[in-house]
């Protein structure tokens, strides 16, 4: 496990993390701190331990509102992807149908030319 030394309100904390986890761990850690200088900034020195439960609640609160948004997403995936699926079964149906058009019309043209074939052939040559 490595380890990282993190600034956080001005206290340095050693926090543990897995190897490679590092960078990541200090972003976090600067990010949060980011929330505590905003809170010290608009509220003044309230004390710490208020805020630091006031840049948690506002972390949590971006969390849910990420997770709704998420969940909305999904639902509007899942939605285009059945209208997907329905204009696909349709393009598959009316595919279909076109072929037998296509193929009911090919017959009779083959019957209509069978048909001026056998009259031509019912003709006197003349010589």
Known sequence: MAEVSVEINGRKFRMACEDGQETHLSSLATRFNRYIDEYKGTFGE?????LVVMAGIAVVDELVEAERKIQQLSSELATVTRAGSDVAAEAESMEAKFAAKLSDVARRIESIATA???????????N
């Not at 001026?116 to 003349?126: E, I, K, S, T, Y």
């Open 116 to 126: 001026v074939d056998n009259a031509g052939q019912d003709q006197p040559q003349p």
């Open 46 to 50: 309230i004390g710490d331990n208020r």
